[in-house]
C-alpha cells in the first residue's frame, strides 16, 4: 500500500471515528469506502493519521490511538 492510500485511509479513519466506536464498527465503516484495504493496512493508516493530525483534533486523535493499538495487540496474538 502507498502513502496516498494511507493518507486516504487516515482521512476515512478521521472523519468516521467517534467516541465509544468499536474497533471492528470501525474497521466495517473504513471498508465499506476503502473494499481493498486489510486491517493491518487501516492500523497503520491510523496510526498515521494519529501523527499527522493530532494537534488539530486531540479527541480524533485519542480515538484512533486506542483503536490502532487495539488492533496492533490483536494482530501480534
Known amino acids: 500500500m502507498d502513502a496516498s492510500e494511507l493518507q ?3 482521512d ?3 472523519r468516521l471515528v467517534t467516541p465509544g466506536m468499536t474497533p471492528k464498527d470501525l474497521v ?3 471498508r465499506k469506502e476503502h473494499p481493498g484495504a486489510r ?3 487501516i492500523a497503520r493508516a491510523a496510526f498515521h493519521a ?3 493530525k493530532a ?3 486531540p479527541g480524533k486523535s485519542r480515538n484512533l490511538q486506542a483503536f490502532a493499538l487495539a488492533e496492533r495487540a490483536q494482530q501480534s496474538e
Open 8 to 10: 486516504a485511509i487516515g
Open 39 to 41: 486491517k493491518k493496512d
Open 28 to 30: 466495517k465503516a473504513v
Open 55 to 57: 494537534d488539530q483534533d
Open 12 to 14: 476515512t479513519l478521521i
Open 50 to 52: 494519529i501523527i499527522a
